[in-house]
Structure formats: C-alpha cells, structure tokens
C-alpha cells in the first residue's frame, strides 16, 4: 500500500482556489463566446464588364456604360449625411466605415428592370480599393425613392 501526503498551508490552498477559479471562468468566457460569421469575400470590381456582371447577379438589368462616374474622399469619420446613407449599407451587409479617408468611386448605371416604374432608375454603386462597399437603388422626380441594392426576396 502507497499512501501521499501533502502539505499545505492556508497561503497555498487558497492559491489553488484562486487559481482554479481563473482557469475556470476562461474556460466560461471562451465556451460561451458566439462563433464569429465567416465573412463572405466580395467579388474585386476592376472593370466595367464585372460591375456590369455584379449588377446582373444581383438581379439588376443596367444599360452597359455608366452615366456618371465620380471619384471622391471618404471623410475620416462619417458625419450626416453619410451617417444616415450607412444604416441603409448596413442593413444589406456592406458598411463605409471600413473606407472612412479612402477614395471612393461611384458608379451611376441606368436600370431597365425595375418593378412598375415608368420612370429612369439608376443604380449606384460604391467602389473601394476594388471591393463594392455600399450601393442603393434611387430615382428622382414625384414618385422618387431610393433603396437598397441588394434585392429582397417576397
């Protein structure tokens, strides 16, 4: 028969609890941790043809030369209006902070698909570093709008 004795003081003993109640609320910490959402890459846009094609598998049928073309600074925080035109982003996956002081462009095409609407459509999409970062869906005059880019299925 083996018999092991240990001695511990006061000090040790409650250094072990300490200790074990750490490593335990570690554990606690990283087990509950939501797993992150793998980030779905978007596609790089260097071209007209691939924002043409983008536009496309999004669902949107655009005449194949933009109207407008315009290059801009992205202020370094976002202020009003810029604040407001991001919650539409974020609601559809995209978001301008990650662009905030980059150049942006934008590309303004001509939608011909667009659901009981007699008028002109135009689809905006915002470029950075070759990444699509924002886009809406607008039109102007009496029954003007402006929405998402991403189309929802009803």
Do not use: H
Not at 35 to 56: D, F, G, S, W
Not at 128 to 154: H, K, M, N, W, Y
């Amino acid at each position: 028969m083996l018999i092991w004795t240990a001695k511990f003081s006061r000090k040790k003993a409650a250094g072990a609890v300490i200790l074990m109640g750490v490593v335990m609320a570690a554990l606690i910490v990283l087990m509950g941790r939501a797993p992150e959402e793998p980030e779905i890459p978007l596609p790089k846009l260097t071209t007209n043809e691939e924002r043409v094609a983008y536009l496309q598998s999004l669902g949107w049928d655009v005449e194949p030369e933009p109207i407008e073309t315009l290059q801009f600074l992205l202020p370094a925080e976002l202020e009003e209006p810029y604040r407001t035109y991001n919650e539409l982003q974020l609601s559809q996956g995209f978001d301008l902070t990650k662009c905030c002081g980059k150049q942006v462009n934008r590309c303004t095409y001509t939608v011909t698909n667009y659901p009981e609407q007699t008028g002109s459509v135009q689809a905006n999409l915002y470029i950075c570093e070759d990444i699509p970062v924002a886009g809406d869906i607008c039109a102007s005059g009496a029954r003007g709008f402006q929405g998402p880019l991403l189309r929802t299925t009803e």
